[in-house]
């Protein structure tokens, strides 16, 4: 009886642990079971899957990103440089440009300037009166054609102008030779010699001697018997001018100045 209880606590022993590992496995489940276990694998290692994929995708989309970025920085400063390289470009060719046309403007109205210097040394030298007159002419004529090709590379230097008037009127005038005159040129090139000067050379009393001089050349036509009622009534415009820009000279002094200013004052008296 013994013997037989050991053989039957031997096969529930056996039957138990039968059971035990038969509980997980698939076999032993209903269907219902076998499904939702298996779609709670799938689920996971999808899950799984799918986070792999997105960290993937971050990382190359990231890396990407920061190439693209790269690539448009460089290329954004890349263009910016260029174009900052043609500007300056551009600003250097046109200041070289001037530069080119100041020099040639200075060369060309130095010459003529010579020439005037020529032309005043005929005139004090000691030739004969014909011969003198027609050196200082000569001279006169050559000035006048340089002076036209500085204005080609600078026309908005006043003191130019200034010399093309003078040419035509005080010059002929000083040097005696008065086939030279031009009165009504010279007003034209004073008043385009007075609408350069600058506020600088308005201060030193520059543009107040160029209305003087178109005042005397109105007078010189006036007294000519050309329009003198409307000569008169221009020269004293001209002469008022003159007197308000040097009696905004910080200094009346210089010697210029002072001949000037009196030479106003008289004309204005003269035409009261």
């Known amino acids: 009886m013994s013997e037989d209880s050991g053989i039957i606590r031997q096969l529930e022993d056996n039957l138990a642990k039968l059971r035990a590992e038969y509980a997980g496995s698939w076999a032993l489940h209903t269907k219902d079971d076998f499904e939702l276990g298996f779609a709670r694998e799938i689920k996971t290692d999808l899950q799984s899957t799918l ?8 990382v190359l989309l990231f890396g990407a ?18 174009r900052l390289v043609k500007e300056f470009y551009r600003k250097y060719e046109a200041q070289l440009d001037l530069l080119r046309d100041n020099f040639e403007w200075r060369r060309f109205h130095d ?47 006043a003191s130019t102008y200034w010399e093309l008037a003078e040419l035509l ?3 002929p005038q000083q040097y005696q030779v008065s086939s030279r005159i ?38 010189y036509l006036a007294d000519a018997n050309h329009s003198p009622a409307d000569n008169r009534a221009r020269a004293k415009e001209f002469l008022l001018k003159a007197n308000t820009d040097y ?26």
Not at 117 to 132: G, H, N, R, T
Not at 197 to 219: F, H, N, P, Q
């Open 51 to 58: 986070m792999k994929w997105a960290v993937g995708a971050v």
């Open 182 to 219: 031009d009165a009504i040129r010279a007003i034209s090139q004073y008043e385009q010699a007075g609408l350069r000067y600058t506020k600088v050379e308005i201060d030193k009393g520059w543009r107040a001697e160029v209305y003087l001089r178109s005042a005397e050349a109105c007078l």
């Open 247 to 272: 009696a905004n000279l910080k200094d009346q002094t210089a010697t210029r100045d002072r001949k000037n200013i009196d030479r106003v004052n008289e004309l204005l008296s003269a035409l009261r």
């Open 169 to 171: 009127f005080t010059y």
């Open 111 to 157: 010459y003529g300037k010579d020439y005037v210097y020529l032309a005043q040394l005929y005139f004090d030298s000691p030739v004969e009166s014909p011969l003198k007159a027609k050196k200082v002419t000569e001279n006169l004529v050559e000035a006048e054609k340089y002076f036209r090709s500085a204005l080609q590379h600078g026309d908005m230097h």
């Open 65 to 82: 990103g920061a190439v693209f970025i790269k690539y448009s920085v460089s290329q954004t400063f890349q263009a910016e440089n260029e």
